[in-house]
């Protein structure tokens, strides 16, 4: 059902700064850095082993990541796993009683389609699910 | 330098609550739960893909953990990333001007040898490195 963690998305206020350290002191890769104006967020994608760490920085100052980051300051705001199924996945969650934040699932740029559940019904982490196109 | 995430450590009240959602909900597997009394804890794992959800639960309540659930709740407490050469990141680390938990590595129950990096200088991140004995 879940196949791997996708990527961990840490919320910055900067992502030139931060890369000082994932990049140049970690010395993790810098694969490219993506506007994404659907989410009013800038990414920079650093992949590690099968997964990636993204930092994403707001645009704005009204979306949801920008509220997390002005409340919380920097830091993990999600982890994204990969499903193969992710309708499956999110009536499995549903059956249980579990929030959702969406309950069916939204496209991204590249076809893939994801969700995300309530913070509330994973014990207080932000999880994605992600399906890639086949 | 990084070859993977090791895993993410998810602090939580009760690891058979928590275990509903990860483990009958998420359908990812148990691998073990063992206790850690060195750190005052009980550690749920749950392998997934190359990397392992951890799922930890305070035994005391004055460990650095129990502060971090008292204060933050439950949630994303720390990620793992594996290196090759613990000793050599550190010092790398060090001479970009990091602040380290432990400037020298901890070893653990399997030999494996741990470090934590100071937050504050992985822009909000609890980041801890893990070599495994060759």
Chains 1, 2 share one sequence.
Do not use: W
Not at 99 to 109: A, K, M, V
């Amino acid at each position: 059902m879940i196949k791997r963690i996708d990527h961990i998305g840490v919320v910055v206020n900067d992502i030139e700064e931060a890369l000082k350290v994932y990049q140049q002191a970690l010395g993790l890769t810098l694969a490219k850095v993506q506007e994404r104006p659907d989410q009013a967020v800038t990414i920079a994608f650093l992949p590690t082993g099968e997964s990636e760490i993204e930092l994403v920085q707001p645009v704005t100052n009204d979306s949801g990541v920008a509220k997390f980051l002005q409340k919380r300051g920097e830091g993990i705001h999600h982890i994204c796993l990969e499903v193969d199924d992710i309708e499956k996945t999110l009536a499995e969650l549903q059956s249980k009683g579990l929030q959702l934040i969406d309950e069916t699932p939204r496209t991204g740029p590249e076809g893939e389609r994801f969700a995300f559940i309530h913070p509330k019904s994973a014990h207080g982490v932000l999880i994605e699910l992600y399906e890639y196109p086949k």
